[in-house]
């Protein structure tokens, strides 16, 4: 799948089997889901001829009634994507049973439906005949805050930061009405298959999309990063901690507040959104550095923590994790996805099942992280290490020394997308020090 400039295309691939209008569309639905899922298993050829892990297209299975249990009709499907996701760290998942908890529309009917990209979920929406609408609408742009930063700057005093924090808020208000009004005006010529032909909608000639911007059609989004490293500033604790666990929340509520006064204001779905952070997590700590320099467990490394995670090296189980971030999933609406670090797990698929079952039970959005790597040089097809010489982080062949990165396939989950073309050094400091859940 290419695009015509040769590159892997961002696409999510949705494999949802409540999707099928009628039995004989699932069953031709179940087949694609299970040739698909096969391809992925195979992976694709590298230079060498070798089957590796490929990043794209991003895949997501649907766990549901019909195939979440060992008796259900399409559990061999589940079973499929087990295998496949130790190997090639795809599908993640999405549980309708708690999609369908979290996403509750006016007419109160829950709905179960794809990110767009990694991790952005539209707001629920009924179009004018009362129907809900998902696929065709899309999101007009994210300015993120800076949580450790409103920590830092308020220097620990809890009043000072509530102020502070509604300052802040209002910048990414501001800056988002400049992307909203850079859009304003457009018209549907612009980008014909999008706006005309019916990608997007299905605009006359000449007409400006202004009326998908407001109601809800479309949404934009408030991103935040760094909650850990916030509630630690002020609270000196993770918010793991029963103690500090409140304040976060109440960060998150806070959040979700100004997304609601602002949608009242302009009739414009403002959503929270839990920013991938992909590169910018290394910006921002060097920012941070800058302005208030090394700080215990602060801004001591060269990344922050993305959105509601747990901080990577925080030692904690895959289902207390999922259970813990479950709640803050449910707090950023406007995407955000819960990840689990793996050793090499394709000879116990059946503890990949087992959290599979548990994602369905507990959390909306998960996704399992495996290694798999490739070195060119010697042929490891096992972990390739990331390794720190002169201060600079590496990454080398635990078998042959081999440390060029045109020599080897890395595969990591970067954010919610799998990475293959290497990280700045924040983030692949980020990698290294992510610590084993299961
Ligand atoms: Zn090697």
Redesign the pocket.
């Known amino acids: 799948m290419l695009t015509t400039n040769g590159q892997a295309p961002f696409v999510t691939v949705f494999m949802y089997l409540g999707e099928a209008k009628d039995e004989q569309e699932k069953h031709d639905l179940a087949l694609i889901i299970e040739e698909v899922l096969e391809q992925r298993y195979q992976g694709v050829k590298n230079e060498d001829g070798v089957w590796v892990t490929p990043a794209f297209p991003k895949l997501i299975y649907v766990l549901e009634e019909q195939n979440i249990h060992e008796d259900s009709p399409y559990w061999y499907l589940t079973q499929l994507a087990a295998k496949c996701t130790a190997k090639r760290m795809v599908p993640d998942y999405i549980s309708e049973k708690k999609m369908l908890e979290l996403k509750v529309d006016k007419n109160g009917d829950g709905h179960c439906y794809t990110c767009m990209g990694c991790r952005s979920f539209l707001t629920p929406y009924v179009d004018e005949n009362g129907k809900p609408k998902y696929y065709g609408r899309f999101n007009q742009g994210v300015v993120t805050i800076n949580l450790v930063d409103v920590a830092l700057s308020s220097g620990g005093n809890f009043d000072k930061f509530w102020k502070i924090f509604d300052e802040r808020l209002e910048l990414c208000h501001r800056a988002l009405l400049c992307r909203h009004e850079r859009l304003k005006g457009t018209l549907s010529d612009a980008a014909p298959i999008l706006w005309q032909h019916g990608a997007l909608a299905r605009l006359e000639k000449g007409e400006t999309i202004d009326k998908l911007l407001y109601g809800g059609y479309s949404t934009i989004s408030l991103g935040y990063a760094g909650l850990y490293e916030c509630v630690k500033a002020m609270t000196g604790k993770s918010h793991t901690d029963p103690s500090a666990t409140p304040f976060a929340l109440n960060v998150m509520q806070y959040m979700n507040d100004a997304c609601k006064k602002w949608k009242a204001m302009h009739n414009i779905d403002f959503s929270l959104y839990g920013t991938p952070l992909e590169s910018t997590t290394y910006k921002f700590a060097k920012c941070l550095q800058k302005r208030f320099g090394i700080i215990e467990g602060v801004t001591d490394k060269g990344y922050i923590t993305n959105s509601y995670h747990i901080h990577v090296t925080e030692p904690v189980d895959a289902f207390t994790k999922l259970a813990f971030e479950s709640k803050f999933q449910a707090l950023s609406p406007g995407g955000a996805i819960s990840y689990v670090e793996v050793p090499n797990m394709e000879q116990n698929l059946d503890a990949v099942l087992q959290v599979m079952k548990f994602i369905y039970d507990n959390i909306m959005y998960a996704e399992l992280n495996t290694k798999s790597d490739y070195?060119q040089?010697?042929?490891?097809d096992g972990e390739i290490d990331v390794v720190n010489e002169d201060g600079k982080l590496i990454w080398k062949?635990p078998?042959?020394?081999?440390t060029d990165q045109s020599k080897m396939n890395v595969a990591r989950r970067t954010c919610g997308y799998i990475g293959t073309q290497y990280w700045n050094q924040g983030r692949t400091q980020e990698i290294k020090e992510r610590v084993l859940h299961l």
């Open positions: 070195c040089e010697c042929g490891w062949c078998r042959c020394g081999n």
